[in-house]
Structure formats: structure tokens, C-alpha cells
Nanobody, 119 residues
């Protein structure tokens, strides 16, 4: 089992910045990627960004050049730096981790953290 704890959400004005953190604990060996997804009211959960254990990143087009995802392997923590925030970035942000062990792949989710961007 992998336990993910998010922090760093809050209320910010448009154009502002926030940094989200996701700390992983438990059976962290085998984590091959971590990432962030978000869900706005009435919408489906969507990908924001992912990062592999090797450091390769992938971003949704809507956040490219504004958000940066990084990972501190020593702390088992992923960070999402969000700059130039827009009202449409509002939603609950969920941390995600994929694990791969011999013969078994799993996916884990955090409890979510609210991000609200006011116009």
C-alpha cells in the first residue's frame, strides 16, 4: 500500500501562485510515476501533470509553461508549482501514484486538496 498526503491548496487571486506537495509513504518502492489530476465541479477528473521515476514529465496543454512538476526522491515527495493561475484552474487537485512490482501494477490516490482561483 502507498499512502499519499497532499498539501498546499488554498485561495489565490488570478495571476498568483501556489505550490502543492504530495508526500508518499508506505510501500514506496515500485513507484514508477507520480502525478496530479484535478476535478472541477460538474467536470470529469483530468490530467494535470505526471513525472516518472526517471524525471520525465508530461503536462496538459492547458498548464504548459505555467505549471512545473518536480520530484524529490529522497523525500518521496512530488511538488507542483503553479504560476499565473487562472480561474479555470479551480478544482480539487488529487495526487496520483502508479506502482509496478513483479506481476502486479497498482494505482493510488490522495484525498485531494482544494485550489480556488478568484478573478
Amino acid at each position: 500500500q502507498v499512502h499519499l498526503v497532499e498539501s498546499g491548496g488554498g485561495l489565490v487571486q488570478a495571476g498568483g501562485s501556489l505550490r502543492l506537495s504530495c508526500a508518499a509513504s508506505g510501500s514506496i518502492f515500485g513507484i514508477v510515476s507520480m502525478g496530479w489530476y484535478r476535478q472541477a465541479p460538474g467536470n470529469q477528473r483530468e490530467l494535470v501533470a505526471t513525472i516518472t521515476s526517471g524525471g520525465s514529465t508530461n503536462y496538459a496543454d492547458s498548464v504548459k509553461c505555467r505549471f512545473t512538476l518536480s520530484r524529490d526522491n529522497a523525500k518521496n515527495t512530488a511538488y507542483l508549482q503553479m504560476n499565473s493561475l487562472k480561474p479555470e484552474d479551480t478544482g480539487v487537485y488529487y495526487c496520483n501514484a502508479h506502482t509496478l512490482r513483479p506481476g502486479k501494477a497498482d494505482e493510488y490516490w490522495g484525498q485531494g486538496t482544494q485550489v480556488t482561483v478568484s478573478s
